[in-house]
């Protein structure tokens, strides 16, 4: 049983910074793709950014000049930073490990950009 675990949400300010972690119960984290998803009130979940096992990071475009996602696969951990945030950044942050056929997705954690 696949379990992933998100932490480090909370309020923020505009234009500031948090720093999202997702840790992961499987036996070899690095062989899997992992993401972050986000939704936000009243709308649909997003992709945020990806990372593929041994592949390169991308994050989504309207993110990806502030955003930054990565893996350490010692820790079976992937990180979302998240720098100059914004009030539409406010959604709750899902962290989710691609094992074909299956999708495993975290509990979620909330982010809120509020002054």
């Known amino acids: 049983q696949v379990q992933l675990v998100e932490s480090g949400g909370g309020l923020v300010q505009p234009g500031g910074s948090l720093r999202l972690s997702c840790a992961a119960s499987v036996s070899i984290f690095g062989k899997y793709t992992v993401a972050w998803y986000r939704q936000g009130p009243g709308k649909q979940r997003e992709l945020v950014a990806r990372i593929p096992a041994g592949g390169m990071a991308n994050c989504h475009d309207s993110v990806k000049a502030r955003f930054s996602i990565s893996r350490d696969n010692a820790k079976k951990m992937v990180t979302l930073q998240m720098n100059d945030l914004k009030r539409e950044d406010t959604a709750v942050y899902y962290c989710?490990?691609?094992?074909?056929?299956?999708?495993?997705w975290g509990q979620g954690t909330q982010v809120t950009v509020s002054s």
């Open positions: 989710k490990l691609q094992s074909a056929p299956y999708d495993y």
